[in-house]
């Protein structure tokens, strides 16, 4: 069965530093990975997506996420935190095996310190 | 386009209550889902539509629950009788031909407070 995991619940970096928010997923075939953000009281908005290609893909607000097969990973990156990044981000797979379904991680919520 | 619009986007009501929260998709979407989050739980898949059809309920926490969709512009989520332990965050998103390529386009959900 297709399943996401965000192994850290929880995460703190300073303004500036460098953000790496992990997603190891579960798929027999190839998955199609996205990224969503979630500001407080608002609805998720997606970052980016992979479905085929470049296994590093860039997204909106300077996030890039890449795509490894052998970690069956898909780790989100910013090189340099701003304040306004501090939100809960969601990892989802989704694959041609089913109609029109994302299976959602739990979540990781972000906070910057100034 | 002015998104996936949900009301309404807080609703107080008290135990016991029917309780219906709305959702307009994106026009030319085919797909529908409805989402609720909790602390607890996260975000949990409740049902989705293709072409107005309901695809897969398993999701549907009870009998308690139920969901419609009328037409391709309107779906509703009903929950009687309402219950506290209904309190969460309920979303509705949209996508055309399966979220599998494109991903979801998420409304700003409603905020459900049972009293």
Redesign the interface.
């Known amino acids: 069965a297709q399943s996401v995991t965000q192994p850290d619940i929880h995460i703190t970096v300073s303004e500036g530093a460098s953000l790496e928010l992990r997603c190891n997923y579960s798929y027999g075939a190839t998955p199609?990975l996205?990224w969503?953000v979630q500001s407080p009281?608002?609805?998720?908005?997606?970052l980016l997506?992979y479905?085929s290609g470049d296994t590093l893909v860039q997204g909106i607000k300077g996030f890039e996420a890449e795509f490894k097969r052998s970690q069956s990973s898909f780790n989100l990156r910013k090189p340099s935190v701003h304040w306004s990044d501090a939100a809960e981000y969601?990892c989802?797979v989704?694959?041609?095996g089913?109609?029109?379904?994302?299976i959602?991680g739990?979540?990781t919520t972000l906070q910057v310190k100034p | 386009d002015a998104g996936?619009i949900q009301s309404p986007r807080h609703e107080v009501t008290e135990m016991g209550q029917e309780v219906t929260l709305r959702c307009k998709p994106i026009s030319g979407h085919d797909?529908l889902?409805w989402y609720r989050q909790t602390m607890m739980r996260?975000?949990e898949?409740l049902i989705?539509f293709?072409n107005n059809v309901p695809?897969?309920d398993s999701g549907m926490p009870e009998d308690r629950f139920s969901a419609k969709m009328p037409n391709a512009s309107f779906s509703t989520l009903k929950i009687q009788p309402s219950e506290p332990r209904d309190s969460a965050v309920y979303?509705c998103?949209s996508?055309i031909g399966?979220?599998?390529?494109?991903?979801?386009?998420?409304?700003?959900?409603t905020r459900l407070t049972v009293v």
Not at chain 2, 98 to 109: A, E, L
């Open positions: 199609y996205f969503y009281g608002q609805g998720l908005q997606l997506k479905f969601f989802a989704g694959g041609s089913n109609t029109g379904k994302l959602f739990q979540g | 996936v797909y889902f996260g975000l898949l989705y293709n695809i897969d979303f998103a996508t399966g979220g599998q390529r494109s991903g979801y386009t998420f409304g700003s959900g």
